[in-house]
């Protein structure tokens, strides 16, 4: 079965390759490399129920390895069980000694699950704090863009931190979805969608990416486009309720 794993991955075939990859893993149920594999695996994919489900028996069968609770808390977030999220991430967190770049790692994805709970204030507080001391780093500089843009505040600063994030990684396209998003919120949304293109580019048809710019084609008045982008990013695995909503209704709403 891993055999036959490696053969899907390296066919770029992940979805397969993740299914032997299971087979495998409940095969040898101590093998730690695959649990490894595994999460990673459903974390590429946004297969964030398997990935709760993989990440959670692994903090169980290895407690002292931190990555399977990062994981777990990405996993509970992204299904809206925040007090789970916060739960993992604090414990994984210790169990980090003397990595300060993975501590970072836990305190940003802490600070994205208030923002995901709509606890502002605590999330803008921890992110202010990891600006003071990582503001070279540009996933925690993207990451304060992206929840400053998602709010409509502090604007000017948004963009500020991104464009550092681009310095470092220009060609990294989630930023340049964040720099989008920063220009449609500030309704300036022909710069937004040529954000967005540079960003889709870079990507494989994103799906997020593609409900972005068909926000932004919408907003400019080209709705019938708006729309089959819509169309598209679902397509392309977007399944959000929001996203549902606009293309029942053929009309623009707020995440």
């Known amino acids: ?3 036959l794993s490696d053969a899907y991955f390296d066919l770029g075939d992940k979805k397969t390759g993740v299914e032997y990859l299971a087979i495998a893993k409940e095969l040898e149920p ?19 129920i398997n990935l709760r489900k993989w990440s959670v028996q692994a903090s169980e069968l290895y407690p002292s390895h931190h990555i399977f609770y990062l994981y777990a808390g990405i996993a509970f977030s992204e299904l809206e069980d925040f007090s789970n999220a916060i739960m993992m991430l604090e414990s994984g967190k210790s169990y980090v000694v003397g990595q300060n770049a993975v501590k970072v790692e836990f305190d940003l994805a802490i600070a994205d699950v208030y923002a995901n709970m709509g606890e502002y204030d605590t999330a803008e507080k921890k992110y202010e704090e990891l600006i003071v001391s990582q503001s070279q780093n540009p996933l925690v500089l993207n990451n304060y863009a992206y929840f400053l843009a998602q709010r409509g505040y502090k604007l000017k ?20 979805d964040t720099y989008g998003y920063i220009y449609f919120k500030n309704e300036k949304y022909q710069n937004a969608i040529e954000k967005y293109n540079e960003a889709l580019e870079l990507t494989n048809n994103n799906a997020e990416i593609l409900e972005h710019k068909g926000d932004a084609v919408f907003k400019l008045g080209n709705k019938e486009e708006g729309i089959k982008l819509w169309n598209l990013a679902k397509e392309n695995g977007n399944n959000s309720e929001t996203l549902e909503l606009k293309i ?8």
């Open 30 to 48: 101590n093998n730690f490399n695959y649990s490894i594999d595994l999460v990673n695996a459903f974390y590429e994919l946004g297969d964030y």
């Open 248 to 255: 029942k209704n053929e009309n623009y709403y707020e995440e």
């Open 157 to 176: 600063d948004a963009e500020t931190y991104v464009k550092k994030a681009l310095e470092f990684e220009p060609g990294n396209a989630s930023y340049l």
């Open 1 to 3: 079965n891993k055999a």
